[in-house]
C-alpha cells in the first residue's frame, strides 16, 4: 500500500544500480530529486451545490530524453512521496525501453467510487485547467493510471483544448479511438507483460503450457495480463480486488472474471470459487505471480513466503528493496516493473507519434512493433543481469541509467573533464 516508505525505496534502487556502475554524482543527483512538482487545490462543485477542493500533484522527474510523461491516478491514498517515486520510475522505464520521453506522474487524493460522473467530469476538467501551464504534446502528457481511464483522458483532452483554443489530441494519451487513440492502447501493459512473461520462461525454462497464475489487482493491468497469459496456456488460479479474492484449482476463465467484475464491480462471488485474503493469494503455490494493484505489496515481511518461481510486476513498485534481495537469495526470476508494465507507456508513445503525425496505424501494426521493443528490453536486461549477476531490477537500471547518463552528457547537463 502506498505510504511514505515509496520514494526512499526508487533512491535505494537508485543507490543499488549506481553502486554497481560506479555512477558519476553528477548523473546520480540529477535523477535523485525530480525536476518539478506542482501541488494544486481544485475545488468542485459537487450535485448537492457545495464545494469541494480536492489536492492533486503533478510531478515531472526529469526530461533529459524528451518531454515527460506518465499517468494520473485518483485513490484516496495518493501523496506527493507517492507520485514523485511513479514519476522517477517513468524516467527509467522511458529509458529502458528506449523511447523519447522523460518521467512524470500525477495523481489527486480522491475516492473516486464515491463520485456522481457529472462530480467525476468537474474534477477532471479541474484538475487539467490547475496543471494546464506545465503540460501540453510537447512538454509533458498525462495518460491512464489507477481509477483513471478513457472517459477522464476524454475529459482532459478537451478542457485542454478549450483553454488553448486548438483541439490538441496529442496533450493526452490513453483516449478513446474516436478522439485520437490508439488501437491496442487499452491492454497495452497487459501485452508487455505477456511478452516478457513469455521470454522470462524460455529463460528459466518454465512450461507455460498449464503454469499456474495468481493475480492480485484485477482492473486494466491485471485482468488483461490474466486474458494474455491465458491465451498463452496458462491457467489463472486466483485474482482478487480491492474488496477480496478468488481461488479455484481447476481454472478460472479470465474473460469471464472481468465481464463478472464490471457487472457486480468486484471478482469476489464468483462461480464456483473459493474466497482468499490478499495475503493467502501472494503465497499461493503458483508458477507466476501479477502483481497489479499498488506499491509495497512484497516486503521483508512475506518475502520469504513467497512460492511463486516468477514475479511479473505489472503494477509499479510492488516490490521493496529488503523483498528483492529475499527474493534473489531465493532465485524468483522476477521481471522488474520497468520492464514488465514499459507496454503501456510503449504504445502510449505511439498514439502519441499518430497523433503529431494525425495518421493511424492497424493494430497489428501497434502489436507487432509493442512486441519488438519488449522483446529487445528484457534481451537487454537479461543479458545485463547474467553478464553482472545483479538480479534483474539492478539490471534495468543499470540499462536505464546508461542512456540517461549518454544524453546527460550529450546536452552537458554533466561535465568531464577528461571528455573536453
Ligand atoms: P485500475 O484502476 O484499472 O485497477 C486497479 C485494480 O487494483 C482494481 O481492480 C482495484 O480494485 C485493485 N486494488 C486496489 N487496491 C487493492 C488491494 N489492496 N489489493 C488488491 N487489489 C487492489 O488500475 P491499473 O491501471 O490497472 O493500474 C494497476 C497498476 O498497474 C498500478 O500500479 C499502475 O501504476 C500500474 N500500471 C498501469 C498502467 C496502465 O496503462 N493502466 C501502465 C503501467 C503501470
Redesign the pocket.
Given at each position: 500500500?502506498s505510504d511514505s516508505t515509496v520514494y526512499k525505496n526508487v533512491l535505494k534502487q537508485l543507490d543499488n544500480a549506481a553502486e554497481v556502475l560506479n555512477l558519476d554524482k553528477q548523473v546520480k543527483e540529477l535523477l535523485q530529486e525530480p525536476m518539478r512538482t506542482l501541488t494544486v487545490s481544485i475545488p468542485v462543485k459537487k450535485d448537492d451545490g457545495s464545494i469541494h477542493v480536492y489536492k492533486g500533484f503533478r510531478c515531472q522527474h526529469n526530461d533529459v530524453l524528451g518531454p515527460t510523461k506518465g499517468?494520473i491516478?485518483f485513490h484516496p491514498q495518493v501523496c506527493e512521496d507517492e507520485v514523485k517515486a511513479?514519476a522517477a520510475w517513468m524516467t527509467f522505464k522511458c529509458s529502458l525501453v528506449g523511447i523519447p520521453y522523460g518521467g512524470a506522474k500525477g495523481g489527486v487524493l480522491v475516492n473516486p467510487k464515491e463520485l456522481s460522473r457529472n462530480e467525476l467530469e468537474r474534477l477532471s476538467r479541474g484538475f487539467i485547467q490547475a496543471i494546464s501551464p506545465i503540460i501540453g504534446p510537447d512538454k509533458d502528457i498525462p495518460?491512464?493510471?489507477?481509477?483513471?481511464?478513457a472517459q477522464v483522458m476524454s475529459w482532459f483532452m478537451d478542457e485542454f483544448s478549450k483553454i488553448k483554443g486548438v483541439n490538441t489530441p496529442g496533450l493526452v494519451t490513453?483516449k478513446p479511438v474516436v478522439l485520437g487513440g490508439s488501437f491496442g492502447r487499452h491492454s497495452?501493459?497487459a501485452r508487455g507483460v505477456m511478452y516478457t512473461v513469455r521470454e522470462a520462461a524460455k529463460a528459466i525454462d518454465l512450461n507455460l503450457n498449464g503454469a499456474t497464475v495468481a493475480v492480485?489487482?484485477?482492473?486494466?493491468?491485471?485482468?488483461f495480463s490474466a486474458k494474455f497469459l491465458s491465451e498463452l496456456g496458462c491457467k489463472i488460479v486466483a485474482a482478487?480486488?480491492?474488496?477480496g479474492?478468488v481461488y479455484c484449482e481447476d481454472g478460472i476463465d479470465a474473460v469471464k472474471l472481468a465481464k463478472h467484475?464490471k457487472e457486480t464491480s468486484?471478482v469476489t462471488d464468483f462461480d464456483n470459487c473459493q474466497e482468499l485474503t490478499?495475503e493467502e493469494l501472494l503465497t499461493l503455490d503458483v508458477d507466476i505471480l501479477v502483481p497489479?494493484?499498488?506499491?509495497n505489496?512484497i516486503t521483508k515481511d512475506n518475502a520469504d513466503k513467497i512460492r511463486a518461481r516468477m514475479i511479473a510486476e505489472?503494477?509499479?513498485?510492488?516490490t521493496t528493496p529488503e523483498a528483492d534481495e529475499i527474493l534473489f537469495k531465493k532465485n524468483i526470476m522476477i521481471i522488474p516493473?520497468i520492464l514488465a508494465?514499459?507496454g503501456?507507456?510503449t504504445v502510449s508513445y505511439f498514439e502519441w507519434v499518430q497523433n503529431l503525425a494525425n495518421y493511424y496505424w492497424s493494430k497489428e501494426e501497434v502489436d507487432k512493433k509493442l512486441e519488438q521493443i519488449m522483446v529487445e528490453a528484457f534481451e537487454k536486461v537479461y543479458n545485463t543481469h547474467q553478464e553482472l549477476n545483479v538480479n534483474m531490477r539492478v539490471s534495468a537500471f543499470i540499462v536505464a541509467i546508461n542512456r540517461l547518463t549518454e544524453a546527460m552528457e550529450a546536452r552537458g547537463w554533466v561535465y568531464h573533464e577528461d571528455k573536453c
Open positions: 500500500m499517468g491516478r511513479l495518460a491512464p493510471d489507477v481509477y483513471t481511464d490513453g497495452a501493459t492480485q489487482g484485477y482492473g486494466n493491468a491485471g485482468s482478487n480486488d480491492s474488496k479474492g467484475k468486484s490478499n497489479a494493484a499498488l506499491e505489496q505489472a503494477a509499479n513498485g510492488p516493473d508494465n514499459a503501456g507507456v
